[in-house]
């Protein structure tokens, strides 16, 4: 059996805010220190998404960082937050 329900674009973000809110509930990002510097992987931890999509962000240059060397990126915590603020 499915069932399908159309909503008004308006109740469709309340919904997906509130299961992220929920989820945010369940697993909250690590504690750490707002002036802390994370790597590539942690950062993509810390954010909840892939390392493809961060390299994304890195390149369309939408997520600030500071770049090491030729390779190499860090990323500021409280930068992340705000970054993450931003896009809610």
Excluded: H
Excluded at 9 to 15: Q, S, Y
């Amino acid at each position: 059996m499915e069932i399908k329900l159309q909503l008004p674009d308006e109740f469709a973000g309340m919904i997906a805010k509130c299961l992220a809110d929920q989820l945010d509930q369940q697993n909250p990002r690590p504690q750490m220190e707002a002036d802390a510097w994370l790597n590539k992987g942690e950062a993509s931890k810390y954010l909840k998404v892939s390392r493809v999509f961060l390299d994304e962000l890195i390149k369309s240059q939408s997520l600030p960082c500071k770049r090491i060397g030729t390779r190499s990126y860090r990323f500021k915590k409280a930068d992340l937050d705000n970054w993450l603020r931003s896009q809610q």
